[in-house]
């Protein structure tokens, strides 16, 4: 009741969507879902989506009812928080770092929850942010 309290005062956008993901409550898959008609907030519905629920891999989750499919065929519980389809855990959000398929911001948006909810933190994702030419001097 509190998020959806909260996300009614807030406007729309793609932090909104990822911040709603990643509370992980299996219950918001229509909220999420609802912004993949939306054109400007289309793609962070999916990666939103995909944050909670898992890659959907081969299939297409655009699709009439294809998320709704894909989220009834994981048999969720609704009083579990989840990340990609997984019972939510350091463990979880440490290997979703890991894999290194998210951006800077998500990454560091990741290792905050990792901070907040008590769990360790992987200083080597931390450090390696900002590598690049200009370290060394180069534009």
Not at 12 to 34: C, I, K, M, Q
Request: hydrophobic share 35%; glycine share 10%; charged share 25%.
């Amino acid at each position: 009741p509190t998020l959806e309290r909260l996300v009614r005062t807030c406007p729309v956008t793609p932090e909104l969507l990822d911040a709603v993901a990643r509370f992980g409550n299996p219950g918001s898959w229509a909220f999420l879902a609802h912004h993949l008609a939306d054109p400007e907030l289309q793609h962070a519905a999916a990666a939103a989506l995909t944050t909670l629920f898992g890659d959907p891999g081969e299939t297409d989750p655009v699709a009439e009812g294809g998320w709704e499919a894909m989220i009834g065929r994981l048999r969720l519980d609704p009083d579990r928080r989840y990340r990609r389809g997984k019972h939510w855990s350091p463990d979880v959000v440490t290997e979703e770092c890991r894999a290194g398929d998210l951006c800077r911001v998500a990454t560091e948006r990741r290792l905050d929850e990792l901070r907040a909810s008590g769990g360790r933190v992987l200083g080597p994702v931390r450090a390696l942010h900002g590598w690049g030419a200009s370290m060394h001097g180069r534009e």
